[in-house]
């Protein structure tokens, strides 16, 4: 395995600073045990309620299900360790426990849902708009640009093969629109846009601000509809989370040009602006501009950090549905922050050289990874071809940065 190989590389083993009771997002009662009632009810409490025995040698951490554990385990410098036992159970989570609530979530433009399983683990479902081969058409904007469930799952195990670890675990899964939608929601509003199409097929378009209406339908064959699921973080009254306009984003007008595309000289008063002028945040955001070039994502106006970690910390990589539109051609201004600001970590700089090698073919990995998705293939061919040829472009700027 490429990928077993790769996570064991030096470069992925650079540790990471000592993590103190201040750096964890969460501060855990470690005597607080949790449980299903074995009444077969889907209720979850916690011990002082139960009043469970553990096994022998067990601490009450060993009963957590997955996605809590995932929580507890976020810190300021990663959402989730390296070699993360944790990764393959949560995964797995996603893609088969049962669905128990169905409902849409509320804003943006397009149609999403959040789903409840038994143990209140939560997932958030992007449903299938379009098949693999499908590209962007050369004449839509990037903002009216469809979301991809399968962008989805791709950026979350890219995002890994970069050693970011800055995007919530995503998994594909193939659900039963009849009954783990329809049958279960107590959306009112949902419930409401279900129809049969004259082909037979179980559709719904729910309510949003552009892509909610009878022509842009989500069918299924006849109900069975592809999506990804992506675990949710922790609830914002538990975790606030805070949002950055990025001093990169785009006008989102047909004809007006954004400033950094105006002034080459933009990148020198981003470096004057808190939170850019200190700290490494400039250089993440630079490792998000990457991970964006590589899936030719135009659409990150805005990142998160967890609140508690103020500016020294992490960004979250929220929202990748419009990567992965094209793979016959490439978006250059996606890289203007490395452009223009000649910026790079060096540990980001070295693992792209990796991956740019035979034995670590950033290609290879990412295919390899995807394989063990439920709806593998999770990206046609020409997708991960266009990877090696953006991360030679990449490395390219770089270059040229070093040498100038």
Known sequence: SKLAALFQHPLYNIPIPEVTEKDKLFVVNPMEKFS?????????????????????????????????????????????????????????????????????????????????????????????????????????????????????????????????????????????????????????????????????????????????????????????????????????????????????????????KAEWELNPNYCAQVRETPPYNRGHRLLDLIDMTVLDFLMGNMDRHHYETFEKFGNDTFLLHLDNGRGFGTHSRDEPSILAPLQQCCSIKKSTYLRLQLLATQPFRLSDLLREALATDPLAPVLAEPHLQALDRRLGKVLAVVGRCLAG
């Open 36 to 256: 299903l009632r074995s009444s077969g009810s889907d209720e979850w409490v916690s011990s002082s309620k139960a009043e469970t025995l553990l096994p022998t040698g067990k601490t009450a951490y060993d009963t957590y299900p997955a996605w809590l554990k995932f929580h507890v385990g976020i810190n300021r410098y990663e959402l989730y360790p390296r070699q993360d036992p944790l990764m393959p159970t949560l995964l797995q989570d996603l893609a088969t426990q049962r669905i128990v609530s169905s409902v849409q979530k509320s804003g943006g433009t397009q149609l999403k849902l959040i789903m409840t399983f038994p143990n209140y683990g939560q997932a958030l479902f992007k449903p299938m708009k379009q098949t693999r081969d499908q590209e962007t058409p050369i004449d839509f904007f990037y903002f009216s640009d469809f979301e991809r469930h399968n962008a989805e799952i791709a950026a979350f195990h890219l995002d890994r093969i970069l050693d970011f670890r800055r995007i919530p675990p995503v998994s594909g899964r193939l659900v039963n629109i009849t009954k783990e939608i329809r049958d279960i929601t107590t959306d009112k509003k949902l419930a409401k846009t279900f129809f049969i199409s004259p082909a037979g097929n179980i559709c719904f378009y729910g309510e949003c601000s552009y892509y909610c209406s009878t022509e842009h339908a989500l069918c299924g064959k006849p109900d069975k509809l592809e999506g990804s699921m992506a675990a949710l973080l922790p609830d914002k009254t538990l975790a606030k989370r805070r949002s950055w306009r990025s001093p990169w984003r785009r006008s989102y007008h047909k004809s007006k």
